[in-house]
């Protein structure tokens, strides 16, 4: 259930299973710690699609919900559904997290507010946690201001899961639902499908309760029959 500090825009939902929990760090466990101990203003996260950026996001907005604190959550991968003065009034949020910053770089409107508001975010001691799909030096920012203040925080490259850790990712997903998944029926799925983790976790949510309408466990010949 998202906390009662957890501010979304009109159609957006967070994921209530993207959580520190179940976020497989591995390779990434030093930004996990930094994110967790709230000490940087800005945090800039960035990666190839599908590595984790907007579970890690959404996971960062549940623990601060969960502390009391007014956090917010901006996916600009959906900005057909937001405008730019949604960064009007909500300077005082002790977090603001925006997903996707790539999908506005360019647009001059978008990069205007985004600079007054980060300038007015800083002066109350709010945090920016911000993610993209490459670093801030080749993000196509065309605001000279914007750029620089961008490269004023920590800068973390999220690093993908291999094969091993996306299999544990999907087993933990799996026992937070209440079922099992065998090593034979996770590298069956990685072998068969894209191997993003936003597709696989879809994939074993449907499993899941495909499973439980036919009275079966999971096993290869069930999700054969299933996907075919």
Known sequence: MIAKFAQLPLGIRLDDSATYANFIAEKNSALLTLLQSDIEPLVYIWGNAGCGKSHLLQAVCHAVAQAD????YLPLGAAELLSPAILEGIEDTAVVCIDDLHAIAGDSYWEEA????YNRLRERGGHLRVTANVSPTALPIQLADLASRLQWG???QLQSLDDNDK????QVRAQQRGFELPDE?????????PRDMHTL????NKLDVASLQAQRRLTIPFVKQWLE
């Open 69 to 72: 604190k007014r956090v917010m």
């Open 114 to 117: 985004l600079f007054h508001f």
């Open 154 to 156: 920590v800068t973390f």
């Open 167 to 170: 299999r544990q990712a999907l």
């Open 185 to 193: 029926v996770a590298n069956y799925l990685m072998k068969r499908l």
């Open 201 to 204: 976790f879809d994939l074993l």
